[in-house]
Structures are given as structure tokens and as C-alpha cells.
């Protein structure tokens, strides 16, 4: 350090660094120590400019406006390295790695040097501003608005932070992170096949498995169109999918319906679960575990077997009790035939994924009656969701016979007749055309029945 002065009884402090042309100053106030930098190289206004800062900030601690304590990048990191400990192995390393992008790219360098304290409802507003206006397209001059589930997602990171703070005793109180604004979103059901539309989609498979583009592809379309099959009578994830081994899947005769289905040991996001699956699952399953597959896995460029020195030599093989039902992703495949059959987007604009298979059925089991809470157990969900995103948009969920009530009206109050006005001679009788009096048993006139509109 080059020069060093004290000003106001040593609680001011002006300095220069060797690396630095310009004056620094620094005081120690409210537990914590403030530094800038004055930008000036002259000392005497260096001096000017570092008492102002002083008094300044001598005036916020008095009115207690200075804020003091932890900072969000200390709680940031404190958090990181509790949740690597004590989540290690329980959550998707892609959802891990998901938080550290968003604190890295967004978070840090707009709430970074915040004390703790200092976060409040209007500053995480201010954020949510900025990140709808802070990026430009490039060629229209418009702000990218980031999408409602990033914000979420981002905001789920915030407070994983502040309540680390919390924990630790730099903050009193987690504050409200909730949008003032459009607390309650639009909820659209998920992208699904309608009945019909599943079977198009099915036909289009089927056909494409019997006539392939190219032969050495077949292998391929077959596992598309069983893949399809499978996912509408089973309702897994797709995920779920991926990681189902055949040991994992039994064909039993289920004692409740009397009818062959699959009962699948499902492996996922929800741990270890079961699943039991309609009986339009049991053929395809039949055909993956009869298919041949090549031994490397390559099913798109499988060949037929060819002939050495006359010795035909097959490179394909049965599966076995650990091999995978769906080693490849079927992704573009599938993406293909959406687009050629044009169901890539559902009515609402929906993208349609291999994810809309598990929706459809989900939906076709409520179509058909099925109780909600077995369908939640199946699926390895909750009632919740399921009356949030599919029940919501399912007409037979509706019940007509509920709504459609008609009670019959009865009208048998006695005509009211006002002071001023003369009673008739002989109350209850009256004289319909034809000049007899009709008379009810309870000595009344007979009421008029009203019509109804048809």
C-alpha cells in the first residue's frame, strides 16, 4: 500500500493501492466494513469526496437504513454446499446442476452483494422487471420475456437460499416471493390423443412397421409402433420407459377383472412403484420379448444376417432378462409421424410429446369411469394433479343427470285480494265456459297449470 491517511478520529480511512491510480476509503460502521473507491487521484478531493461517503453513511445508520450481515452470495454458497451433502443421490443430477446455472446466470450478479436482509417482496419484484425487459431480440428490438416456469423455477432457487439464511440465523423471516400479479395462472390441460386421434396415430405406426422406408430400418419402426401401445395401456413416463427392464415386467391373470395384463416394477422420479396395465399391453409386450435385436444395440442399422464361407452368421439376439424394453429413444421417429399426420400441436397450440401418451391414458381411463384415486395410484401421482391438468377438460367427468334438474312447480296459493277490492259471492267456485262451476276438493279454485319451454 503506497499512501495511507485517517481522517475523522481514524474512523475514516483513504488509501492507495499499488495496482490502482485512484484514492480509496473505507470505514468500519454497523458491524461490517464499507469500502469505494473516490475515482479521484488528487488527495484533497479524494479527502472531500471519502467525508461526504462518511457522513452519508453515518446518516443511513442512525435512521437505520443500513443495512448489515450476511450476504446473498454467502448464503448462495452456503446453500450449495448443503444441498450437494445432503441430497446426494436422491435428486437428478440434471435438476442439481439446474439451481447452480440459475444462481450462476441470473441470481448472483442481480442479488449478489444484497444483504440477506435487504431482499424483500418489492426487490424480487424489481428482479422479475428486469428479467422480462433486460434482453432484446436482436432484430425486432421486442423483450424476450422468459417463460412462467423459468421465473418459477427461479424464484424456487431464491428461496431455497433465503431459507438457508434463515436456518442460520442472517434472517428473521423469509419474505413473500409470490407474484403480486397474476397469482392465479391460466391452467390449460396437458397435450393428449383424443380417441380418434390415437387410433390415426396407431394406424400411422402400424403402417409404417409393415412398409418401412427402408428395410434397414425396420427394426426400428416395429419398437415405435409397440412403444406407442405400450404407453397408452400402461401410463408411464417416459422416462419410466427407459429404464424398464424386462425382468421388471410379469404377465399375470388378474383375479378383479379376470383378464391377462402386465404387472410392472416401475423405476423413476417417485423411487420403486408398481403398475398394472390394461390388457392392450400384452401383445406388444408379447412382440418386444419374441423381437431379435442386434447385439450392439444399433436396431436403426440393423442388417439382415449375411453369409461367410457359406456359414450364416447372425448378428441379432433374444433379449434377455436385463436388457432394456426401449434401448434407443424414439424421438425422431415419432416427431415424423406427428408432423406427417399433422398432430405435432393439439388445438391450444400444445406441443405433443412422448409424454402426451401417459396424458392419454390418464384421460381415456376417466373417459371410461375409472376411479380417480386408483388412477393416481397407477400412475404413481396425485389426485391433485390429476383434477388440476386432466380432469378439468374431460366432458364425461360432467355429470348431466346432476346438472339437468327440473322440479316440478307447484302452484296452489289462493288468489290475494286487496282491501279495497270485493270478495266474490261464493269463494272457490268459478265458471268456466259452459257455465258449470268446477270445484277442488279443498273447496278452491283449481290452480292453472303452467307450461314449460320445450
Not at 419484484?125 to 423483450?143: D, I, L, M, W
Not at 386408483?374 to 374431460?394: D, F, G, L, W
Request: charged share 30%.
Amino acid at each position: 500500500m503506497a499512501a495511507h491517511h485517517e481522517l475523522i478520529g481514524g474512523k475514516l480511512h483513504v488509501y492507495k493501492r499499488d495496482n490502482s491510480g485512484f484514492w480509496q476509503c473505507s470505514t468500519f460502521l454497523g458491524g461490517r466494513n464499507h469500502r469505494i473507491s473516490t475515482k479521484e487521484e488528487g488527495l484533497a478531493q479524494a479527502k472531500d469526496i471519502a467525508e461526504d461517503w462518511y457522513l452519508g453513511l453515518k446518516g443511513k445508520f442512525r435512521a437505520g437504513e443500513l443495512k448489515h450481515g450476511k450476504t446473498f452470495k454467502v448464503a448462495a454458497e452456503h446453500f450449495r454446499r448443503e444441498y450437494e451433502a445432503l441430497t446426494a443421490g436422491e435428486r437428478n443430477p440434471i435438476y442439481v446442476a439446474g439451481h447452480w446455472l440459475r444462481l450462476r446466470v441470473h441470481l448472483l450478479p442481480f442479488f449478489g452483494d444484497k444483504v440477506v436482509s435487504e431482499i424483500t417482496p418489492g426487490l424480487v419484484q424489481e428482479y422479475r422487471v428486469h428479467r422480462a425487459t433486460s434482453r432484446k431480440h436482436p432484430k425486432t428490438g421486442e423483450p424476450l420475456r422468459p417463460a412462467r416456469t423459468t421465473i418459477h423455477h427461479e424464484i424456487v432457487t431464491l428461496r431455497h437460499v433465503l431459507k438457508t439464511a434463515e436456518r442460520h440465523g442472517w434472517l428473521t423471516y423469509v419474505p413473500d416471493l409470490s407474484p403480486p400479479y397474476k397469482s392465479s395462472g391460466k391452467i390449460s390441460h396437458r397435450a393428449w390423443f383424443s380417441p380418434e386421434e390415437y387410433k390415426q396415430l396407431y394406424e400411422a405406426t402400424r403402417q409404417r412397421a409393415n412398409d418401412p422406408p427402408k428395410p434397414r430400418w425396420q427394426w426400428a419402426y416395429d419398437q415405435l409402433h409397440d412403444f406407442v401401445l405400450f404407453m397408452v395401456n400402461t401410463g408411464l413416463r417416459p422416462d419410466e420407459a427407459r429404464r424398464l427392464e424386462f425382468r421388471d415386467v410379469e404377465i399375470v391373470k388378474d383375479a378383479g377383472t379376470n383378464e391377462t395384463i402386465l404387472e410392472i416394477s416401475v423405476r423413476g422420479k417417485r423411487g420403486v412403484g408398481y403398475c398394472k396395465s390394461m390388457p392392450g399391453a400384452v401383445h406388444p409386450f408379447e412382440r418386444l420379448r419374441k423381437r431379435r435385436r442386434p447385439a450392439e444395440g444399433g436396431g436403426r442399422r440393423h442388417r439382415s444376417p449375411t453369409k461367410k464361407g457359406g456359414v450364416v452368421v447372425t448378428d441379432d439376439r433374444l433379449p434377455g432378462p436385463t436388457d432394456r424394453l426401449f434401448p434407443e429413444t424414439h424421438r425422431e421417429l415419432f416427431n415424423t409421424i406427428l408432423d406427417e399426420q399433422g398432430m405435432r400441436k393439439d388445438r391450444e397450440g400444445n406441443h405433443r410429446t412422448a409424454y402426451s401418451l401417459r396424458h392419454t391414458y390418464i384421460c381415456m381411463r376417466l373417459m371410461e369411469g375409472a376411479d380417480i384415486y386408483q388412477v393416481a395410484k397407477n400412475c404413481r401421482t396425485s389426485v391433485e394433479m390429476i383434477e388440476k391438468y386432466y380432469a378439468a377438460h374431460i366432458k364425461n367427468m360432467i355429470d348431466a343427470s346432476a346438472i339437468n334438474v327440473r322440479r316440478q312447480r307447484s302452484d296452489e296459493r289462493a288468489p290475494q285480494h286487496g282491501a279495497n277490492e270485493k270478495r266474490p259471492k261464493s269463494e272457490g267456485k268459478s265458471s268456466p265456459p259452459g257455465g258449470r262451476a268446477s270445484k277442488r276438493s279443498d273447496g278452491r279454485a283449481p290452480s292453472v297449470e303452467r307450461t314449460r319451454n320445450a
